[in-house]
């Protein structure tokens, strides 16, 4: 017998893969505002800035965290249907 969820639950994981996301995403638009003056001709930004543009990394960090985390419920759930 196969457990899986309804597709409007929450399963363990998914607000950390959400939560990735939109740190991603705004570490993106972070990078693309960074790169502007380079090809805009205008005074670059402060090394701050530049700072920001990490949170690309920390965004995938975030949602790889919640796969894993999704990953291991879905064997906790595996192995009590089987047992």
């Given at each position: 017998?196969?457990?899986?969820?309804?597709?409007?639950?929450?399963?363990?994981?998914?607000?950390?893969?959400?939560?990735?996301?939109?740190?991603?995403?705004?570490?993106?638009?972070?990078?693309?505002?960074?790169?502007?003056?380079?090809?805009?001709?205008?005074?670059?930004?402060?090394?701050?800035?530049?700072?920001?543009?990490?949170?690309?990394?920390?965004?995938?960090?975030?949602?790889?965290?919640?796969?894993?985390?999704?990953a291991a419920a879905q064997r906790r759930a595996a192995r009590a249907s089987q047992a």
């Amino acid at each position: 017998m196969t457990v899986t969820p309804h597709s409007d639950e929450a399963r363990p994981g998914d607000g950390l893969v959400k939560a990735g996301g939109i740190v991603f995403i705004a570490g993106a638009v972070a990078t693309l505002a960074t790169m502007a003056p380079l090809f805009l001709d205008i005074d670059p930004f402060p090394p701050y800035a530049w700072a920001v543009c990490m949170l690309m990394g920390v965004g995938f960090a975030i949602s790889a965290a919640g796969v894993l985390r999704s990953a291991a419920a879905q064997r906790r759930a595996a192995r009590a249907s089987q047992a």
